[in-house]
């Protein structure tokens, strides 16, 4: 973040002072309210699921493994992403907050990507734990390991941090002086260099390759490991083991496909000077953004046996607690 600080710092005075979030064009202003209440039951929702899986890993014991480090991982990185973004969309439709300062939009660009680009790294994580627990069963408790897990989500972590602050410098290094209107719901890299009044050909270079390894390195490597899943489930005599392997995979590769395959069309359009009508795409960006952060709860934990099972004791400890202390009284 030094490197984005200082050039923010340097550029400052030649920008102009502020941007105006644009949002989706044509909806009356009566139904600004009702806008606003669907993104507030869309954060409040992502928030108490994410937040939820956080608490209850923390306090059960039991489920302190790996599997649900990465889970909770990526319940940091979805509920990061939607508290960078939507309560600014909230505050926009419920008290017409449009503007937003030029280092704002800039800051939110920058945890916008970060999250997004966690998120990435973190599913082909999960792909790996996935493949080792299928492929190799008897070395998973040798190679996923707590200290293995913990190692490699610092390390994208903080490496996904230092990419982004050089994305972010970089966009910085041009003038930003004609208009400022974001023609999207929040600052994103796409909306904002495409404001800078000077050529941005490098710049659109050097952030499409970055994003498309971002995108497209843990996007193969899933890939690769599904087959290989696959082709290891299909050995199983056994009908029923066949059957719950893929009743395992088969909602994370829903949660794939939805997270990777509209974020390549977009930015490939966006390389290929591709323009979609201005509310579609941003309703395109918004679904694939937010929905995955939305039901990844219900996907990788509530549809998870053990964290069902544990749920369900829990729940049945209360009610026998409860029948005691009414035949007490």
């Not at 973040?1 to 979030?21: G, R």
């Not at 929040?186 to 970055?210: E, F, P, Q, R």
């Not at 088969?250 to 496909?257: A, R």
């Not at 009508?277 to 509530?302: D, G, K, Q, T, W």
């Amino acid at each position: 973040m030094s490197i984005y600080t200082e050039t923010l710092y340097k550029n400052s005075t030649a920008n102009i002072p502020e941007f105006v979030i644009e949002g989706f064009t044509g909806i009356p202003a009566k139904y600004y309210g009702l806008v606003g209440s669907f993104f507030f039951f869309i954060y409040l929702m992502l928030a108490s699921g994410n937040v939820f899986i956080l608490v209850f890993v923390a306090c059960e014991k039991s489920l302190q493994k790996p599997t649900y480090i990465i889970f909770c991982n990526l319940a940091i990185s979805d509920l990061g992403f939607g508290t960078t973004t939507l309560p600014r969309i909230i505050a926009k439709y419920w008290m017409s907050e449009k503007t937003m300062t030029f280092s704002g939009c800039f800051t939110q660009m920058y945890f916008v990507h970060y999250f997004g680009a966690c998120s990435s790294f973190l599913m082909a994580l999960m792909a790996l734990d996935r493949f080792v627990a299928i492929c190799n069963p008897l070395r998973y408790p040798v190679l996923i390991t707590h200290t293995t897990i913990v190692i490699l989500c610092s390390v994208l972590w903080i490496g996904n941090l230092l990419q982004l602050g050089v994305i972010t410098a970089h966009a910085l290094s041009v003038p930003y002086c004609g208009s400022n209107i974001i023609r999207h719901c929040y600052c994103d890299h796409i909306s904002i260099t495409n404001l800078a009044c000077a050529d941005i050909t490098a710049i659109k270079a050097t952030s499409t390759a970055i994003a498309m390894t971002v995108l497209w390195g843990p996007l193969f490597y899933i890939i690769f490991s599904y087959v290989a899943i696959i082709i290891s489930v299909m050995k199983i005599s056994n009908k029923d083991g066949r059957y719950k392997a893929f009743l395992t995979c088969t909602p994370q590769l829903f949660i794939i496909c939805l997270y990777y395959l509209p974020r390549s069309f977009v930015y490939i359009a966006f390389t290929a000077g591709f323009h979609f009508e201005s509310n579609l795409r941003i309703a395109v960006v918004m679904m694939y953004s937010l929905f995955p952060s939305l039901i990844n709860p219900l996907i990788y934990c509530f549809r998870t046996k053990e964290i069902k099972e544990t749920l369900m004791n829990k729940l049945k400890q209360k009610q026998v607690r409860v029948n005691r202390k009414t035949i007490l009284t």
